[in-house]
């Protein structure tokens, strides 16, 4: 008996051909080491096919957190580079300036700060619900979408009962 022949396929996302067991590994290993933007195995974690040959349920989630991860919290435009995982480029230049209260002409970026202000919100996860603030948002969906790119399951957003800002 000879070594029965690796079953090879196309991968679209990758425009490369190998096998199926090497795929799989690849979604294994995209999933255990979250690899960069930059990276061939960037196109992995959220591949269905590569879960399929892994034999894993992929996380209903991934999806969403994937296209969540590419978009800007504060100013929710797609960001191809984001700064510390808040900020697209833009947005972190003006948030440096309002932190430093000093724009390009020396002068505190007034338009920012007066938008500048703290949030609470409310976020389920199905099992708890945990009361969650942020100091300097510009407004709700911005710690909205921060908590949207981080997750790791459904998640439902509310505006906190009687929970008083302070
Ligand atoms: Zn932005």
Known sequence: ?????????????????LSKAGCARLWLSAQEDRPKEWEGRFACIGCRVGAMGAGKPMPVTTEAVEAWRNVCPRCRRPAQRMIGNRFCVSCWNRNREATVMKNSKGNPPQVLLARLHSEIVAVSDGAATRVVREESVVDLAEIIVLH?????GALAFSRPAAVHAG
């Open 1 to 17: 008996m000879t070594a029965p022949a690796l079953e090879m396929m196309r991968c679209d996302k990758r425009s490369m051909t």
């Open 148 to 152: 949207a790119r981080a997750a790791t």
